[in-house]
């Protein structure tokens, strides 16, 4: 079985967003980035739950483009599940600092990746939710709804459980912002 959190502390993202995201132009548009937001701001609005226990959310399409040479692969958590194994993390934040929006996978192993050939496009529709989270005795969430965050895909060369992971920048996708309303 494998597991997955995303840890700001793995996934430290440099990526420039260019003049184009600050003028507010489509991901086709923006600089090489190869897995891309719809926009550059969310809003997160009530789901359920009372009190401590509310929980937020908004969806997001997200486009992840090949632009390599060879096929690669993206994980999903089981061989019928419709979207990649993806992680939401802080973008431009200290580390330790979590994002609500995170999820916790527990996966079967198997060899039913997404395989995106060279120069191909993969669009997917992501509902992320959250806290996700929460200190066991107080109830308190983890990680912070609101801010700067960034999503991250499990990205390889090869399929299955192999270790093959591709390149960093291919799994980060470019950073967007989130409001709670």
Same mark, same amino acid.
């Given at each position: 079985?494998?597991?997955?959190? *995303?840890?700001?502390?793995?996934?430290?993202? =440099?990526?420039?967003?260019?003049?184009?995201?600050?003028?507010?132009?489509?991901?086709?548009?923006?600089?090489?980035?190869?897995?891309?937001?719809?926009?550059?701001?969310? =809003?997160? %609005?009530?789901?359920?739950?009372?009190?401590?226990? #509310? %929980?937020?959310?908004?969806?997001?399409?997200?486009?992840?483009?090949?632009?390599?040479?060879? $096929?690669?692969?993206?994980?999903?958590?089981?061989?019928? $599940?419709?979207?990649? &194994?993806?992680?939401? &993390?802080?973008?431009?934040?200290?580390?330790?600092?979590?994002?609500?929006?995170?999820?916790? *996978?527990?996966?079967?192993?198997?060899?039913?990746?997404?395989?995106?050939?060279?120069?191909?496009? %993969?669009?997917?529709?992501? #509902?992320?939710?959250?806290?996700?989270? +929460?200190?066991?005795?107080?109830?308190?969430?983890?990680?912070?709804?609101?801010? +700067?965050? +960034? &999503?991250?895909?499990?990205?390889? $060369?090869?399929?299955?459980?192999?270790?093959?992971?591709?390149? +960093?920048?291919?799994?980060?996708?470019?950073?967007?912002?989130?409001?709670? %309303?």
């Amino acid at each position: 079985m494998r597991f997955y959190r *995303w840890d700001v502390t793995v996934f430290v993202a =440099t990526m420039a967003v260019g003049a184009a995201c600050e003028a507010g132009l489509g991901p086709e548009e923006r600089s090489g980035e190869s897995l891309q937001t719809d926009r550059l701001s969310y =809003t997160s %609005r009530y789901v359920e739950g009372q009190g401590t226990y #509310q %929980r937020y959310g908004f969806e997001v399409i997200v486009r992840f483009t090949n632009r390599t040479d060879g $096929t690669l692969y993206l994980g999903r958590c089981y061989p019928d $599940t419709p979207t990649p &194994i993806y992680g939401v &993390i802080p973008a431009d934040t200290p580390t330790g600092v979590e994002s609500a929006y995170n999820g916790v *996978w527990a996966c079967g192993g198997h060899d039913k990746d997404f395989a995106v050939p060279a120069g191909a496009l %993969r669009v997917d529709t992501l #509902q992320l939710s959250g806290p996700n989270a +929460r200190d066991g005795r107080s109830g308190q969430p983890f990680g912070q709804l609101e801010g +700067r965050f +960034r &999503i991250v895909y499990d990205v390889r $060369t090869c399929p299955g459980d192999s270790y093959c992971p591709a390149d +960093r920048s291919l799994s980060v996708s470019n950073a967007f912002d989130v409001q709670i %309303r």
